[in-house]
Nanobody, 120 residues
Framework: QGQLVESGGRLVQAGGSLRLSCVASGSGFSISTMAWFRQAPGNQREQVAIITSGGSTNYVDSVKGRFTISRDNAKNTVHLQMNSLKAEDTAVYYC??????????????WGQGTQVTVSS
């Protein structure tokens, strides 16, 4: 089925930077859209940034100008560079990928989450 494994989350001071990474393991599939979501305690999961296989990106307004999503299609990886972090960025960050095994067999894949804590 494949698996997404995130890394890079940790405690950081406000104004600092972090780089999250996510790698899709397994074989026999291709990946279209990849994205980062986050969920803070008591809040719904929200999409933070999304990138298509062609490299088009979109961001939630609250992170525009501070976060950058990128991907390496050859390595099935996606990254999220987070700069100028704020306390309100504190959340569990989840990696997402749309997996295609054929045109008739596609599904959503989620990582286990990585904790980002920004101290003010």
């Amino acid at each position: 089925q494949g698996q997404l494994v995130e890394s890079g989350g940790r405690l950081v001071q406000a104004g600092g930077s972090l780089r999250l990474s996510c790698v899709a393991s397994g074989s026999g599939f291709s990946i279209s859209t990849m994205a980062w979501f986050r969920q803070a305690p008591g809040n719904q999961r929200e999409q933070v940034a999304i990138i298509t296989s062609g490299g088009s990106t979109n961001y939630v307004d609250s992170v525009k100008g501070r976060f950058t999503i990128s991907r390496d299609n050859a390595k099935n990886t996606v990254h999220l560079q987070m700069n100028s972090l704020k306390a309100e960025d504190t959340a569990v960050y989840y990696c997402y990928a749309r997996i295609y095994r054929s045109i008739y067999n596609s599904y959503d894949l989620w990582g286990q989450g990585t904790q980002v804590t920004v101290s003010s």
